[in-house]
């Protein structure tokens, strides 16, 4: 019970602290400390002259106040903002500050305001264990408040530092660039836009406040992927058509193009040829080539580190366009007939804000989709004998698999697992020179 009210308190001590921050430039928070102090120690003014640097603080922040209460410049803002952010990668967007008024502004600052729901019991105590482990200090065993404010950062999601407005004539306007650093994946909420006005020492700032709410979707980090040969062999065919061993033999008819030297006559498009003046040929839906699919495991048995560098790898390979079916534990995207045209985006979209499920079902390829591919790529946040008859159920059906936990390799063990499977562990801390290392290898 203490825990909770703590908990709660704890949001109200956040919330002063950022209200302060706002108010108050970096001269002010050093006057305003001192004086603080000094008011402690100068309370009987007949042992000391604390006092005195108490009326001196003092002194200086009551005009700084008064000035603050003059209404604020009006100003109307407006931001522009990129549809992705990637984690760990800075990203600028500039922000439009119309001054309504008809006298300069000059000397004011812009500062965004990144909008957070506190973390819930629960997951204060589950953070607490890990932090136990970590052997944090005492202070924190015993309040906890400064893995709360951990919590409350990771919330947020992102850094924005305030910048400086230039100066804006009467009635003109200004492009302000803003410099935001995404710390996770998921979706940012961008709140308020406050403007403010320093007084003439720059120890207090009056603040005026624009309500302008934007979400941001921050995707996974991604690594670089060259040369990777991927595992499988030809897919089998749909639909009761043969498979082909060249594009155009079977298949749905898809779109036309350009002749070439060697293309069959029985390939060319005569109406098109008539109609633009220059040979044209049909092109079909290839059914004869290797279809290769992704599996993320998003069960919950694995730590947060590991999970989110599974979410990175899985990301790498459908950013690149390999894959042409990704499962997502459960949940199936397939590339539409005719192109990949938004897919990678929908899949980026979705691992931006997946989460580990409790139901056990994330961590199974669904069994409709075991048959729909040659070559599988299954990337797992842990190492499991579940993971082992997983990848052993998707080669019987004759399809390679290449399987990537995030593990070291004493965990792994030697075991054969069969052929058409690879195994290759990625440490968590080394995770890019491991991808480097499959370059090329096969399985």
């Known amino acids: 019970m203490f825990r909770r009210w703590l908990l709660a308190r704890f949001y109200t001590l956040y919330r002063l602290d950022r209200w302060l921050r706002l108010r108050l430039g970096p001269a002010g928070v050093l006057v305003a400390g001192l004086f603080s102090i000094a008011l402690v120690f100068g309370i009987d003014t007949r042992r000391t002259l604390a006092y005195q640097l108490a009326s001196l603080g003092l002194a200086l922040l009551l005009p700084a106040i008064i000035s603050t209460l003059f209404p604020c410049p009006r100003l109307s803002l407006r931001r522009s903002v990129p549809r992705y952010a990637t984690v760990g990668v800075p990203m600028a967007y500039t922000v439009r500050v119309n001054n309504e008024s008809g006298r300069e502004q000059h000397g004011l600052r812009l500062v965004e305001a990144l909008q957070a729901k506190p973390p819930s019991y629960q997951r204060f105590r589950t953070e607490r264990l890990k932090d136990r482990k970590q052997r944090s200090n005492p202070f924190d065993r015993l309040v906890g408040y400064p893995r709360w404010s951990v919590l409350m950062r990771w919330a947020r999601g992102a850094t924005v530092k305030e910048v400086g407005i230039p100066p804006i004539p009467p009635h003109g306007d200004t492009e302000v660039k803003m410099h935001l650093l995404p710390e996770r994946r998921g979706m940012i909420h961008l709140g308020d836009l406050h403007v403010a006005r320093p007084d003439p020492l720059g120890l207090v700032r009056a603040i005026s406040t624009h309500q302008k709410p934007v979400n941001l979707l921050v995707l996974p980090r991604c690594y670089p992927l060259q040369g990777i040969e991927l595992p499988g062999t030809r897919s089998r065919p749909h639909n009761g058509l043969l498979p082909a061993p060249l594009r155009g ?37 290839d059914l004869g080539g290797c279809r290769h699919a992704l599996f993320l495991d998003v069960g919950d048995g694995a730590s947060a580190e590991s999970f989110e560098a599974a979410v990175s790898v899985a990301a790498s390979f459908v950013v690149t366009g390999f894959v042409e079916l990704v499962c997502i534990g459960s949940t199936v995207y397939r590339m539409p007939r005719g192109g990949g045209r938004g897919f990678s985006a929908l899949v980026m979209e979705a691992l931006a804000c997946v989460q580990p499920q409790t139901d056990g079902k994330g961590r199974r390829v669904p069994e409709e989709c075991l048959a729909e591919a040659g070559g599988w790529i ?64 096969g399985l």
């Open 249 to 285: 033999d079977s298949g749905e008819f898809m779109m036309v193009r350009d002749y070439r030297p060697g293309d069959p006559l029985r390939w060319i498009h005569w109406r098109s040829w008539a109609r633009t003046g220059r040979p044209v040929v049909k092109e079909f839906e």
């Open 378 to 441: 299954c990337v797992f946040p842990a190492w499991d004998e579940q993971h082992r008859q997983q990848i052993k159920n998707i080669a019987e059906t004759g399809a390679g698999v290449l399987a990537l936990p995030i593990a070291d390799s004493a965990t792994l063990g030697s075991e054969l697992l069969g052929p058409g499977i690879r195994v290759v562990p990625l440490a968590g801390a080394d995770i890019a020179h491991s991808l480097r290392d499959l370059a090329g290898a």
